[in-house]
C-alpha cells in the first residue's frame, strides 16, 4: 500500500513551503516519524517526519522547488517497491488533464505540471495555461494565489494584487512580486505596473558584483537568506528608524549571577544568563512606557495589551526570532526556561509555527560574539527593538575613583513617526535604572 507524503501546512497564513534539503533519497527504507525533508516558509524552517514505514519509492518535488500546501512531494511504498521511473515515463499524460475552472486550482495538481517533460509540447502548454486566460480569471486567480503575508503587504501599500505579474507558481503573487513592484513604484509613482513588467524585474540595484575575469563563487541564497534580506528592506523603507546607545552597569547583576548560577542549575535544571534579568527589566519598561509595544496601522496607533517578547536566535543557516509569550506573566526562572527553550529547538528545528509569530517587542544579542554594540533593524509591525552588547570588565569613574565594573552598552532602535527622542531615551535610562538596582536573589 502506498503513503502519499505531502507539503503540511505549518500554520493557519502559510500557504506554500520550499523543500530545502531531502533527507533521504528514493529507494531508502524509512521509519515512521523519521525525518524526511527539511521545508522552509515564511514563517518557520523544520524538519519533517515520514508519516509512514516503508520505501520512499518516488521524491515529485526536488530541492529548491516551491510548492503549495497539501502537494504530493513523495510516496512511500509499505510493500518494498524500488524508485518510480524518471520524468518522461509514460505514465506522465495522465497527471495533466486538470485543467479544471482556473478560478478554484487544486494546490495538489500544481507539481506535476513543473516536471512535465520537454519533449512532450502538450502538457507543458497545459501548465503555462491558467496564465494566460481572460482579464476577469487573472484577477481571481492572483487575488486566491496570493499567501495572506502577501495581501498584508498590498493592503499596508495600498496596492491591488491584481495589477501584479505573478512569478509564482501557476501564476501566483509571491512576496518578491509584490516588493519589487512596490520599490519599483516608489521609483516611477505614473508607471502601471501591467506595462512593463520585465524591466522591473530586471533593472539593476547598483555596480555589478563584480567584474569580467574576477575570482568569485556564486551561491544562491537560501530561502531563510531571502526573507530575512527582504524582511530588512522593507522595514527600512517602512519606519523612520533612530538609535539610542545607553551604557549600563551590571555589576551588581553579575555578582549576583557568579554567586547563585551553579545552585540556580543544580535547583532548577536550566541555566542562569544575562539575559533573563534583561527581560525582567525590559518588561517592566515596556509597562511604564506603551508607545514602545505597539504598532502602526495607517494612521492609527496599536497598543498591544500582552507584551510578546521576540528574541532573535543566530543560526548556522541565517536568523530567527522565537517569541516568549505573555513574558510579563512569567518571573526570572519562567523567562529563563523559556528562553533556553525556544533557543535549543530554534537551533535543532523544532519550533512551531505559532513560536515565531506576535511578537510585540525584540531583543538582539550580538554581544555573546563580542559585539561593543549595533544598530539593529526594526522587526516589522513592531515600532522598536533593543540590541544587547557584551558585557566586558572595564574601568570607570565612580565618585572620582576608578574602578574596575561590568558594563555593557544598550542600543534602541525605534520607529521616529510615532517614539520621540525624548520617549525613547526615557524607556531606556528606565531600564537602565532596574537592572543597576536589581533586588537581591537567593535560591
Do not use: C
Amino acid at each position: 500500500m502506498s503513503v502519499d507524503v505531502i507539503m503540511p501546512q505549518m500554520g493557519e497564513s502559510i500557504a506554500e513551503g520550499t523543500i530545502v534539503k531531502w533527507l533521504v533519497k528514493a529507494g531508502d527504507q524509512v521509519k515512521r516519524d523519521q525525518p524526511l525533508f527539511e521545508i522552509s516558509t515564511d514563517k518557520v524552517d523544520a524538519e519533517i517526519p515520514s508519516p509512514a514505514a516503508g520505501v520512499l519509492s518516488e521524491i515529485k518535488v526536488q530541492e529548491g522547488q516551491t510548492v503549495p500546501i497539501n502537494t504530493v512531494v513523495a510516496i512511500i511504498n509499505g510493500d518494498g517497491a524500488r524508485p518510480a521511473a524518471p520524468v518522461k515515463e509514460e505514465t506522465k499524460p495522465a497527471e495533466t488533464p486538470k485543467a479544471e475552472p482556473p478560478a478554484k486550482p487544486a494546490p495538489t495538481a500544481a507539481p506535476p505540471q513543473t516536471t512535465a517533460a520537454p519533449s512532450k509540447p502538450a502538457p507543458t502548454q497545459q501548465a503555462v495555461q491558467p496564465t494566460q486566460t481572460g482579464p476577469a480569471t487573472k484577477e481571481d486567480l492572483r487575488r486566491q494565489r496570493s499567501s495572506p503575508l502577501v495581501r498584508k503587504i498590498a493592503r499596508e501599500h495600498n496596492v491591488d494584487i491584481s495589477g501584479i505579474e505573478g512569478t509564482g507558481l501557476s501564476g501566483r503573487v509571491t512576496k518578491n512580486d509584490i516588493l519589487s513592484y512596490i520599490e519599483n513604484r516608489t521609483a516611477a509613482p505614473e508607471r502601471p505596473a501591467a506595462a512593463q513588467p520585465q524591466p522591473a524585474i530586471e533593472l539593476p540595484a547598483g555596480p555589478p558584483a563584480y567584474l569580467p575575469g574576477e575570482r568569485v563563487e556564486i551561491v544562491p541564497m537560501s530561502p531563510i537568506r531571502k526573507r530575512t534580506a527582504e524582511h530588512m528592506v522593507l522595514s527600512r523603507r517602512t519606519s523612520a528608524h533612530v538609535t539610542s546607545v545607553f551604557e549600563i552597569d551590571m555589576t551588581r547583576i553579575a555578582k549576583m549571577r557568579d554567586r547563585i548560577k551553579d545552585r540556580f542549575f543544580e535547583v532548577n535544571g536550566t541555566k542562569l544568563t544575562f539575559l533573563p534579568f534583561i527581560l525582567s527589566a525590559v518588561i517592566d519598561g515596556l509597562k511604564a512606557f506603551p508607545i514602545i509595544n505597539s504598532s502602526v496601522e495607517g494612521e492609527s496607533i496599536v497598543y498591544k495589551k500582552d507584551i510578546n517578547l521576540g528574541i532573535a536566535v543566530a543560526l548556522d543557516w541565517g536568523l530567527i526570532v522565537p517569541v516568549v509569550k505573555n513574558a510579563d506573566e512569567k518571573n526570572l526562572l519562567g523567562l529563563a526556561r523559556s528562553v533556553n527553550d525556544l533557543a535549543e529547538r530554534a537551533r535543532t528545528k523544532r519550533l512551531k509555527p505559532d513560536e515565531i509569530q506576535g511578537g510585540t517587542f525584540t531583543i538582539t544579542n550580538p554581544g555573546v560574539f563580542g559585539s561593543l554594540f549595533g544598530t539593529p533593524i526594526i522587526n516589522q509591525p513592531q515600532v522598536a527593538i533593543l540590541g544587547v552588547g557584551a558585557v566586558t570588565k572595564r574601568p570607570v569613574v565612580i565618585d572620582d575613583a576608578i574602578a574596575i565594573r561590568s558594563m555593557v552598552y544598550f542600543a534602541l532602535s525605534f520607529d521616529h513617526r510615532v517614539i520621540d527622542g525624548a520617549t525613547g531615551d526615557q524607556f531606556m535610562a528606565f531600564v537602565k535604572q532596574k537592572l543597576e538596582n536589581y533586588p537581591e536573589l537567593t535560591v
